[in-house]
């Protein structure tokens, strides 16, 4: 079984790291924990030090830009989420996945619940749809029609390039 490692969050509090995370959230401080820096971190976003006019679904601050190879992505440096156009997601998708050579996840079952977190959009402030992702990794997306943006939680594109299928 995996029991869940602690780490001292840097304000004096101990937290957990739950199952099948490679982050924490500090509910003393209202800030998450993260391993290693933005660009070092797994999902490896590049970032470019310009704010956006967009805002965080998630923690209500502005986005930044970082980039994904040559993708321009608004990240957040708080829950280290991002937005990417619905288009180019696909293209750094595979991008990702060929490149990858390390070991990859068992299958994980879709996490319904996430279906039910209803996010509001970065850039227009509608109600984002939470739809199930029908390729590598089972997860969960938000997407904005009106804007062709999609919305990834920290941890979701590493889950996708190290899901089982092909490359
Ligand atoms: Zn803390
Ligand atoms: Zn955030
Ligand atoms: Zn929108």
């Known amino acids: 079984m995996n029991s869940s490692p602690i780490v001292d969050c840097g304000c004096g ?5 739950p199952t099948g995370y490679s982050h924490s959230f500090c509910s003393d401080c ?14 490896a976003i590049v970032p470019q030090d310009r704010v956006t006019p967009f805002t965080c679904p998630r923690c209500s601050v502005d986005l ?5 190879g040559r ?3 608004c990240f957040c440096s708080k829950c280290r ?3 990417i156009d ?8 595979q991008m990702r996945r060929s490149a990858y050579r390390g070991p990859e996840d068992s299958p994980v079952p879709v996490n319904f619940n ?26 969960v997306l938000d997407t904005c029609m009106k804007c062709k943006l999609a919305w990834l ?15």
């Open 13 to 17: 509090k101990s937290i957990s790291i």
């Open 30 to 43: 209202d800030s998450f924990w993260f391993p290693s820096s933005m660009e070092s971190s797994e999902d």
């Open 64 to 68: 930044e830009v970082g980039t994904i």
């Open 71 to 73: 993708t321009e992505v």
């Open 81 to 83: 989420g991002f937005v």
């Open 86 to 93: 619905s288009e180019s997601l696909g293209g750094v998708i």
């Open 114 to 139: 996430e279906l039910d977190l209803h996010s509001t959009c970065p850039a227009c402030f509608s109600t984002m749809e939470a739809h199930h992702y029908c390729g590598p990794g089972n997860i």
């Open 153 to 167: 939680d920290h941890g979701e594109l590493s889950k996708i390039t190290r899901a089982p299928g092909r490359r």
